[in-house]
């Protein structure tokens, strides 16, 4: 599959963009590990959230649905869930091997963990490390990369764990084979990076303690099944905020976004770059803190982002870059080398592209350096590659808007693993976008 981007084009009306995909994960986690029966609302039905589901369904757990965002979960218990009698594919998805990883070490059998190309050549030993203090034991390939061969024990250590990283999910790993350790696990992060864990743990019913940057858990306990109510995606709504922020005349609202502040990073990034965004109607669903966003057009600036919003705004770089390439002056991102071992080797693949499109945009070890066009420059057109990242293709897809002619995105079937309907959403707001 390809995507073709006619140049040219404003955003209009309103648009709610699909569930968050980190609390769809973690919706099915817990559900299933908890005592009684858990439903849930605006799951995510893209491939990386489905496959979590079926890891599940594969140790016996009943789940029914996704039916319209809907699935009901009949929890098994801490100890309820059964050896899968084959290895479990993840597909594409570092969040469903590195937080499972965690889970599955404390249960009683051994398993194992395989995904697709791109995430076979991702690190997990940022969780292995911690695990085998824990006592877990956890083979991986050559490099401590997928596939894992988890030998479960049943028993773990608690650990006092730092992070040499921030990672959300490290921290929800150790977190999660805390649970199946006798006493406190604590894990200590670098910079603060996104809270769902610990908040669904709470609305789970399991105490969490947190002080500054330290959170801490205390096992065994028990899960009790809750409703959870999944908003829309801060991560896909991230493309259309800075496609109506670069496009002319451009005036939507994105209903329902999750805004929980470890997420919001790209708010404040683009708010400093000179974007005209408003937080309306406020609320909190189910433990999470929820808004509609309204964007209008506005001529952005180039900046250093600060390093703290990094982790804040992880997987909204890629489109930020291409909100650079459109500002007035330079843009400088650092502290940004987390970006290198996401589904693509995110600095490179951005740099290559936007350099295609006639954009001077340096990679750096740890960001890049855009030298933006302005007001009234465009962008390039033509091919550029996604390198199979859900994240690149969505990103270039915006691009077109400020682009002199068309640009077409090779090997985008990855989209649907975070954003399924992207491409007739994006059309509903305003893209001249077809797949082929
Ligand atoms: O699940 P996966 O493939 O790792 O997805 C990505 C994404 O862009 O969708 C990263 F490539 O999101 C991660 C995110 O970067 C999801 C996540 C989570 O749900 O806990 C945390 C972040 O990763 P990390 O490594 O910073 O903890």
Not at 378 to 403: E, K, N, T, W, Y
Request: glycine share 12%; hydrophobic share 40%; aromatic share 4%.
């Amino acid at each position: 599959m390809k995507f073709i981007v006619n140049n040219g084009g404003s955003l209009s009306g309103n648009i709610r963009v699909p569930g968050d995909k980190s609390i769809s994960h973690r919706s099915i986690m817990f559900g299933a590990l908890a005592e009684g029966v858990t439903r849930v609302t605006g799951f995510l039905e893209g491939e990386d959230s489905l496959n979590t589901m079926r890891v599940f369904q594969a140790m016996g757990v009943e789940i029914e649905g996704p039916e319209d965002g809907r699935v009901v979960i009949h929890g098994v218990g801490m100890r309820g869930l059964q050896a899968p009698g084959r290895a479990l594919d993840v597909g594409n998805s570092g969040t469903s091997m590195r937080l499972l990883a965690g889970l599955l070490a404390g249960q009683e059998f051994d398993v194992e963990l395989t995904g697709d190309n791109s995430l076979s050549k991702r690190p997990m030993k940022r969780v292995t490390e911690p695990l085998a203090r824990m006592g877990a034991k956890v083979d991986t390939a050559e490099g401590g990369r997928p596939p894992l061969r988890i030998h479960g024990s049943g028993a773990l250590q608690a650990i006092q764990y730092a992070m040499p990283m921030a990672s959300a999910q490290v921290k929800s790993c150790v977190l999660l084979a805390g649970m199946y350790a006798q006493g406190k696990t604590c894990v200590t992060e670098p910079a603060p990076t996104r809270d769902h864990t610990e908040r669904m743990l709470t609305a789970f019913g399991w105490p969490v303690e947190k002080n500054g940057d330290t959170v801490c858990i205390e096992g065994p306990a028990k899960l009790r099944a809750c409703d959870i109510d999944v908003p829309a995606d801060i991560s896909s709504a991230a493309f259309f905020m800075v496609a109506a922020s670069i496009a002319p005349d451009s005036d939507i609202t994105l209903e329902h976004v999750g805004v929980n502040p470890t997420r919001t990073g790209i708010i404040d990034i683009l708010q400093l770059m000179g974007a005209n965004l408003e937080l309306l109607n406020p609320r909190e669903v189910g433990g999470e803190p929820v808004a509609d966003i309204r964007v209008r057009s506005a001529q952005l600036k180039g900046i250093h982002v600060p390093e703290e919003l990094v982790p804040l705004a992880i997987d909204e770089f890629p489109v930020l870059f291409v909100a650079a390439a459109c500002a007035e002056g330079e843009t400088v991102v650092t502290g940004a080398e987390e970006l290198r071992v996401k589904e693509s080797d995110r600095i490179q693949v951005m740099a290559d592209g936007l350099q295609t499109l006639g954009v001077d945009a340096r990679p750096t070890a740890d960001g890049m350096v855009i030298q933006g066009l302005g007001a009234n420059g465009c962008l390039g057109s033509g091919g550029v590659l996604s390198h199979d990242d859900h994240r690149i293709a969505m990103a270039f897809s915006m691009a077109a808007l400020r682009a002199s002619g068309a640009i077409e995105i090779d090997d985008t079937d990855n989209v649907n693993t975070s954003f399924p309907g992207f491409v007739e959403l994006s059309q509903r707001a305003g893209l001249a976008i077809a797949q082929a």
